[in-house]
């Protein structure tokens, strides 16, 4: 795995998007001579992450420097 930081592309700024989502219900009391006292929850998460300055693509960044138009050490 590569990882680096390249100067030339500026401050990284990412945009975060999170939807979250819960349902609970209940119910308590007593019949035909039971106490109950029974739960539900439903709970649904969503995190959306939008690269949006500063970040390289490195699919292309790696095929530059596998055929050798770009060697980052010299």
């Known amino acids: 795995m590569l990882q680096f ?4 592309t500026g401050v990284r700024k990412t945009l975060d998007i999170i939807d979250n989502q819960r349902l609970v219900a209940g119910v308590r009391g007593t019949a035909v001579g039971w106490d109950l006292d029974a739960g539900l929850v439903y709970s649904k998460n969503k995190t959306s992450t939008y690269l949006r300055q500063g970040w390289v693509d490195t699919n292309a960044y790696l095929n530059l420097v596998n055929t050798g138009v770009i060697n980052p050490f010299g």
Do not use: G, L, P
Request: glycine share 0%.
């Open 5 to 8: 930081r390249s100067v030339q």
